[in-house]
């Protein structure tokens, strides 16, 4: 397959982000439809932590499972858990130190800085997707090439809709061109990482941002559950989150049972 089809794959991939973004213009919602909101949000961003700690700590058990046989290369394994811890942390702690940073009146991230977060850490998962969509391209394997597009353009259609989860119902509504840059933030690393996935595939690459990815999206799972934790809708919440969850698993199916 040609870099030029290649990058239209990709893009495809991480342009259905934008489905899910126009919930974030919603007028005044009801908070039980607002905590429903967030819930859903908070489901999928679960179900994200999960499979992209999963995606990244994949190879770096098999570096290490490589060096007990006397197969592998002990520096490797070594570089691939420090990238693997150090990603995680950074992605993570940074976020903690943005969502600090001095406030007027020590308030806690505003909506639209708690979406932008949500969006950076989904653009860095989106980037690992892409290095594989990039990789399995380049290698001639079309039919799983196709395969993780139409897989990846799901769970984007699904995590669009929780970047703009916090802004359903804020005193101002998100503009177009806010939503526009949410969306470039969160889908457009999708095809800058099958770019770099077509010209130099990299296992160490993949986990630093999938660890960067999963940290980060570990921040704002818990700003949001701590915004949860107040509502007076508690079955709500559990409902709209054990919905999110199952979304992603079912999105994650169309990859899975092609072996993706």
């Known amino acids: 397959m040609s870099l030029a089809r290649t990058l239209v794959l990709g893009f495809i991939a991480g ?26 949000a908070v489901g999928v961003l679960i179900f994200l932590v999960v499979d992209v700690f999963a995606n990244a700590l994949a190879p770096v058990q098999d570096a290490l499972a490589a060096v007990h046989r006397g197969a592998g290369h002990p520096a490797r394994a070594i570089l691939y858990v ?8 950074v992605g993570l ?21 708690l979406s932008l977060m949500i969006a950076s850490g989904i653009g860095l998962h989106n ?4 290095l594989a969509i990039g990789a399995s391209a380049r290698s ?12 990846f353009a799901l769970h984007n259609a699904t995590e669009g809709f929780g970047i703009v989860s916090p802004l359903a119902g804020a005193e101002r509504r998100p503009g177009w061109g806010f939503l526009a840059l949410a969306a470039l933030i969160g889908g457009g690393p999708t095809t800058i990482g099958t770019l770099v996935g077509w010209v130099a595939t990299s296992t160490a690459l993949r986990i630093l941002f999938l660890s960067l990815a999963g940290g980060s999206i570990v921040y704002v799972v818990g700003q949001i559950l701590f915004v949860l934790g107040r509502s007076r809708h508690a079955t ?25």
Do not use: Q
Request: proline fraction near 4%.
């Open 140 to 151: 001639g394997a079309l039919g799983l090439s196709t395969v993780l597009v139409v897989g």
């Open 127 to 130: 980037f690992g997707e892409g």
């Open 82 to 89: 420090a990238l693997l811890l150090a990603g995680t942390a």
């Open 236 to 260: 709500t919440v559990y409902v709209g989150i054990t919905a999110g969850l199952l979304a992603g698993f079912a999105t994650d199916l169309v990859v899975s049972l092609a072996g993706g």
């Open 15 to 40: 342009a259905t982000i934008v489905l899910g973004l126009p919930v974030g213009r919603l007028r005044h919602p009801a908070e039980r439809l607002r905590a429903l909101l967030s819930a859903l």
């Open 93 to 113: 702690l940074a976020l903690v130190l943005v969502g600090r940073r001095p406030r007027r009146g020590g308030a806690a991230p505003s909506a639209r800085e």
